[in-house]
Nanobody, 124 residues
């Protein structure tokens, strides 16, 4: 089992920045590829970004490429999502997730463990 807890969400104006954190506990954090997903009201949960177990490789949805940066610190059992140039359409609940398969997995069903989510609201 891996327990994941997100933090760092909040309300920000368009063009602003937020940094989300995801603290992991339980089984070896560094054994898992990690990802971020988001879900807006009335929409399906969608892939945002993922990072390999080592942190060397990353993968992004086209909608956030160049604005968001995923990273991880295996010594701290924590992953991060730096979000810059935020847009109102980025408003959603953001979820941290872990999978034992690898980097380029973008479907929620391919992830094994989930956090409870943190709300990000971007005002225009």
């Amino acid at each position: 089992q891996v327990q994941l807890v997100e933090s760092g969400g909040g309300l920000v104006q368009a063009g602003g920045s937020l940094r989300l954190s995801c603290a992991a506990s339980g089984r070896t954090f560094s054994s898992y590829a990690m990802g971020w997903f988001r879900q807006a009201p009335g929409k399906e949960r969608e892939f945002v970004a993922s990072i390999s177990w080592s942190g060397v490789s990353t993968y992004y949805a086209d909608s956030v490429k160049g604005r968001f940066t995923i990273s991880r610190d295996n010594a701290k059992n924590t992953q991060y999502l730096q979000m810059n140039s935020l847009k109102p359409e980025d408003t959603a609940v953001y979820y941290c997730a872990a999978n034992g398969r690898g980097l380029r997995y973008t479907s929620p069903i391919e992830y094994d463990y989930w956090g409870q989510g943190t709300q990000v609201t971007v005002s225009s």
